[in-house]
């Protein structure tokens, strides 16, 4: 490249950059070839990214763009998820208990009239479910998976469900805006979640977990790119609901105040992740996140 383009574009970084987000300084954002830069400061927002079915030594090694984000960033090696099958998983992140559901039932079979972290979070929180045919799908169309959709199980926020539960086609407008609340879900569907499927090439155990990685690959770039998270504001925490071999589950950390490299080795759950939304929200803990291990560590 010319020397003088060299130096233009240097000066350029070091201009202060505006936009909807607000000024901040270019030493403050991270690039995209280094997406955890440990700068100041804690996130005020989560995304949980949640993947499907697969324990951490099948993922862990078979997923190179989750890998290289893993050793880039953060990863915990001691987090498991809490029972079986997928559902109760998802409650579990959701309201810190499992509601006494060992199954994969619909909203008609398991409606819950329990509190959960999105009821504590009114209106400052959201839900994108890709291939979800409509708000808030409270039954399965395939690929859309609605055991894979947590908030359409809680009826009292079946009305903000119908409003912040979208198709995931609609979370490139909040990212775009940095507009993303406290807490977001995102759940691919069953073709790129690396759940066991029929979908082309995703019949054997690689198929799955490549599937997913591409997925990742191809969409974890725009988060990454967001004004809140280059600011320092989101975090990223991509995870698996549950695992096939036990339950210990590949869970990584993204985020500009993370420190690259760091891993995160003390034995942590679901509860864990839903306690520390609590924590970045300021609302109190429900049930099993109350006495659940602390999420901490360099940038969080």
Not at 215 to 238: M, T
Not at 262 to 289: F, K, R
């Amino acid at each position: 490249m010319n020397p003088k383009r060299l130096v233009a574009l240097a000066l350029v970084c070091l201009l202060p950059m505006t936009g909807s987000a607000g000024a901040r300084t270019a030493a403050a954002v991270p690039s995209q070839a280094a997406p955890c830069v440990a700068a100041a400061g804690a996130p005020t927002h989560v995304l949980w990214w949640v993947l499907e079915n697969h324990s951490y030594d099948q993922a862990r090694g078979h997923m190179p763009y989750l890998d290289a984000k893993a050793d880039a960033c953060a990863i915990l090696t001691d987090e498991w998820a809490i029972t079986h099958p997928s559902l109760p998983n998802y409650l579990a992140l959701s309201g810190g208990s499992t509601f006494g559901i060992a199954d994969d039932g619909p909203p008609a079979v398991y409606p819950i009239n329990d509190a959960s972290v999105y009821q504590q979070l009114g209106n400052d929180w959201a839900a994108f479910m890709q291939s979800m045919p409509a708000n808030c799908e409270l039954s399965n169309d395939s690929p859309y998976l609605v055991r894979h959709n947590p908030p359409a199980y809680f009826t009292p926020i079946r009305s903000a469900c119908g409003q912040q539960d979208a198709p995931y086609s609609e979370l490139q407008a909040r990212l775009d805006a940095g507009s993303l609340p406290t807490l977001t879900v995102v759940v691919p569907d069953k073709c790129h979640d690396g759940h066991k499927n029929n979908c082309p090439g995703g019949g054997t155990l690689d198929g799955q977990v490549t599937q997913a990685d591409d997925y990742l690959a191809s969409e974890l770039p725009n988060i990454i790119a967001s004004p809140q998270y280059q600011s320092g504001k989101l975090l990223v925490v991509v995870t698996f609901d549950e695992g096939h071999r036990g339950n210990q589950v590949y869970t990584v950390l993204l985020g500009a105040t993370i420190r690259p490299g760091t891993t995160i080795d003390t034995y942590l759950t679901h509860y864990s992740l839903l306690a520390y939304v609590e924590q970045v929200a300021g609302v109190p803990c429900l049930n099993e996140a109350c006495i659940a291990p602390p999420l901490t560590g360099p940038g969080l």
